[in-house]
């Protein structure tokens, strides 16, 4: 999808590993999300980035961090992976104006074994 | 807490005719609605968005129908083709000036099928 990039496009980890998953946008949006896609449950925020150096939790925090390294990247860490954070995870930016736009990357398929 | 849900998990229409997708939701402080596709395999694309003071908001070939009084939201799709094959959500947020956003809240999905 135009203008939002995430990596990994899927990975596999272990009970207690860690990893970051990196999002990077070249549209020049201010707000960037992270969702998460589970199969019957929909897309549930886990955190949101309104601005540069501001960070907030969404629906589904527990079990993850997030860093706004600058405007162009946002970055989700799992600390201590769990097999109840298998899933496919989704950054997404968006900019509210006279038109909208709003953009969500290729999404990262995670599986914690 | 207030949630955005859609009526059918399946629709499955013949190519040509038109669908209608339909979503409800319960939070009446929503000003602002969109609609996403998504295909197996990628992230959602925005279709259309309607704020709250629209009642009607045309695309192309995607109209989007806002019931304020009922908190319902509709997506027409008219003269369905095999790509429009997908899922389809809904989703609601309450604007915050400044083009900040607090996040989307997403219904679970419509998983439209077109038969030929």
């Known amino acids: 999808n135009a203008g939002v990039t995430q990596t990994p496009k899927f990975q596999v980890l272990k009970t207690g590993q860690s990893m970051t998953l990196q999002c990077a946008q070249d549209?020049?949006?201010?707000?960037m999300y992270w969702y998460r896609q589970d199969p019957g449950m929909g897309l549930r925020l886990i955190y949101y980035?309104?601005?540069?150096?501001?960070?907030d939790k969404g629906e589904v925090p527990n079990g993850y961090n997030v860093s706004r390294l600058n405007k162009r990247e946002f970055s989700l860490r799992l600390e201590s992976a769990a097999p109840s954070q298998t899933s496919v995870y989704f950054c997404?930016?968006?900019?509210?104006?006279?038109?909208?736009?709003?953009?969500f990357g290729q999404g990262t398929r995670l599986t914690v074994v | 807490g207030e949630s955005v849900g859609l009526h059918l998990p399946t629709l499955s229409v013949q190519e040509g005719d038109n669908s209608i997708i339909n979503c409800a939701y319960s939070n009446s402080a929503s000003d602002y609605f969109i609609w996403y596709k998504q295909e197996s395999g990628k992230g959602p694309q925005f279709i259309i968005d309607i704020r709250s003071n629209m009642d009607k908001r045309q695309g192309q070939r995607v109209t989007v129908l806002l019931n304020k009084t009922v908190k319902h939201l509709s997506l027409q799709i008219a003269a369905t083709q095999p790509g429009d094959s997908a899922v389809y959500f809904c989703?609601?947020?309450?604007?915050?000036w400044g083009g900040g956003a607090d996040g989307l809240t997403f219904g679970k999905g419509t998983h439209l099928i077109i038969q030929p």
């Open positions: 549209m020049n949006h201010n707000s």
């Open positions: 997404a930016i968006m900019r509210r104006n006279m038109n909208t736009e709003a953009f």
């Open positions: 989703a609601e947020n309450i604007e915050v």
């Open positions: 980035s309104a601005s540069e150096g501001t960070t």
